[in-house]
């Protein structure tokens, strides 16, 4: 299985700020890689896929880069809804692994 | 609109089996795929597997091989998932997702249902 590792786990900032978090393949995935938002209570949103592609619908302040083994979700400026917990998800192979999370918390 | 519709919270015994509804509207049931993902409390996503609607076809995670199955309705646009001989640890929220259209060259979940709360508890 392929192992997904994200960092950091938690991460606090403020409205307005700018937030980068990581997230590294056990091997390469080419750009088979998905990012979900989950805000407490709720099902997870997907963000991104395919490393860049940002889903209809989402901000623009979400980006999402990278290839291979080495990936980002980038949040250009922190909104109050934006608060929550984020995944990283191959979908190079099955299983589909996820990350172990990243939890963003206000300053 | 395109959403999923889950059945509501169970609680099982120890070694019993559930079986986990995810009603599809707004959209071809049978032209996406139908994931499912696990949650226990304040843990990460863990998926368990997908079916094909049209065909039948599934693919489970090996962790579940043994105990999960994923069937579907046509007539009625519904996915399940039975998971058998639970233990505590499969106690979680349980999530159907939708996977991209057929052809897709990414696979991806856009349309989650709101989730199904099992607990497994003597």
């Known amino acids: 299985d392929i192992q997904m590792t994200q960092s950091p786990s938690s991460l606090s900032a403020s409205v307005g700020d700018r937030v980068t978090i990581t997230c590294r393949a056990s091997?390469?995935?080419?750009?088979?890689l998905n990012w979900y938002r989950q805000k407490p209570g709720q099902a997870p949103k997907l963000l991104i896929y395919a490393a860049s592609s940002l889903q209809n619908g989402v901000p623009s302040r979400f980006s999402g880069s990278g290839s291979g083994t080495d990936f980002t979700l980038t949040i250009s400026s922190l909104q109050p809804e934006d608060f929550a917990g984020y995944y990283c998800q191959q979908s190079y192979s099955t299983p589909y692994t996820f990350g172990q999370g990243t939890k963003l918390e206000i300053k | 609109q395109e959403q999923l519709v889950q059945s509501g919270a169970e609680v099982k015994k120890p070694g019993a089996s559930v079986k986990v509804s995810c009603k599809a509207s707004?959209?071809?049931?049978?032209?996406?795929?139908i994931n499912w993902v696990r949650q226990a409390t304040g843990q990460g996503l863990e998926w368990m597997g997908w079916m094909n609607p049209y065909s039948g076809y599934t693919d489970y995670a090996q962790k579940f091989q043994d105990r999960v199955t994923m069937t579907r309705n046509t007539s009625t646009s519904t996915a399940y998932m039975e998971l058998s001989s639970l233990r505590s640890e499969d106690t979680a929220v349980y999530y159907c997702a939708r996977g991209p259209v057929a052809g897709e060259p990414f696979y991806y979940m856009d349309v989650w249902g709101k989730g199904t709360t099992v607990t497994v508890s003597s």
């Open positions: 091997q390469t995935i080419s750009s088979y």
């Open positions: 707004g959209y071809t049931f049978t032209s996406f795929d």
